[in-house]
């Protein structure tokens, strides 16, 4: 059972940063990619962005120019980097791990980020 545990999360104003981290029970590279996701209130969960195991990224477009995702192998954490926050970034943030083959995903218990106006 793949482990992940979040952390980073907070209240910060509108057009504040914030940095979430990801770190994992296994090594990265058993992954076929990692993500971030996030489920505001009253929302279903979506997708923010992802990174495959080659290193390509892709992002939702509400996040595309200020979200960036990244990860430290040898750490095995993955972070999110966000800047420009906007008050409808506030959500609970969840890091997944997909090793795809039939294998269900693994998903953090979540971390919550409050963006004020």
């Known amino acids: 059972q793949v482990q992940l545990v979040e952390s980073g999360g907070g209240l910060v104003q509108a057009g504040g940063s914030l940095r979430l981290s990801c770190v994992t029970s296994?090594?990265?590279?058993?992954?076929?990619?990692m993500g971030w996701y996030r489920q505001g209130p009253g929302k279903q969960r979506e997708l923010v962005a992802d990174i495959t195991a080659g290193g390509w990224t892709n992002y939702a477009d509400s996040v595309k120019g200020r979200f960036t995702i990244s990860r430290v192998n040898a750490e095995r954490k993955l972070y999110l980097q966000m800047n420009s926050l906007k008050p409808e970034g506030t959500a609970v943030y969840f890091c997944n791990a997909r090793r795809g083959g039939g294998v269900g995903d693994s998903w953090g218990q979540g971390t919550q980020v409050t963006v004020s106006s």
């Open positions: 296994e090594r990265i590279f058993t992954f076929n990619s």
